[in-house]
């Protein structure tokens, strides 16, 4: 390898790894919320679909928490960032693009608490991990806001129209699982069925 190619290596090497992890991190989560959605609406019910569905949900999501990792990680050896400790780790912190990077740092927590949070859901209650994972699609948001204010693919053409694609339909499932919850709520609930009295014999 000569000195010039070595050095493009080091210089531009954690960059790129920090570039492809944080691609790859939006990908793996907007899976992994798209399909969390579409269970929680029950848009597919088809039998033994949804074991297959959450085991791909989890997976995703725990590949994600991984790559948002190796996002972060990867850019303490970019010497043009030099972010240090701190500026990866404490939201708002960086200087490039502080409020960029922050929301992208928040959304990184996020997702790793909310996505951890599916290996102790009997100990916070089936009933409050529901509703705390519904938070679930602000880390998508958060990620998405990120790539488009602080990642270098933002303008390039792919990336935008990667962005079209799947946004809306991430959208249209958030809006009818919320919709779906709310006409469960003002379903009334089934009269009791009263006994008819045994009448004796003459």
Do not use: C
């Amino acid at each position: 390898m000569s000195s010039a190619a070595s050095t493009t290596l080091q210089t531009h090497g954690w960059w790129i790894a920090s570039r492809a992890s944080g691609l790859l991190a939006l990908v793996l989560v907007t899976i992994s919320v798209a399909i969390g959605l579409m269970m929680a609406g029950k848009v597919m019910r088809r039998p033994g679909l949804s074991r297959k569905l959450m085991a791909v949900h989890e997976h995703t999501a725990v590949a994600g928490i991984v790559a948002i990792a190796v996002h972060g990680i990867t850019l303490l050896g970019d010497p043009w960032l030099n972010p240090g400790l701190r500026g990866v780790a404490v939201p708002f912190a960086m200087a490039f693009r502080p409020l960029w990077t922050g929301l992208g740092i928040v959304g990184g927590y996020l997702a790793a608490l909310l996505g951890l949070s599916f290996y102790f859901r009997k100990r916070i209650g089936a009933k409050l991990w529901r509703k705390a994972h519904r938070a679930t699609v602000v880390v998508y948001l958060l990620g998405l806001v990120h790539a488009f204010g602080a990642g270098t693919d933002a303008s390039t053409p792919w990336f935008r129209w990667w962005a079209a694609l799947t946004a809306p339909p991430i959208a249209v499932l958030f809006a009818y699982r919320m919709l779906a919850g709310k006409s469960a709520k003002r379903r009334p609930a089934p009269r009791p069925i009263r006994p008819i009295p045994l009448t004796e014999e003459a």
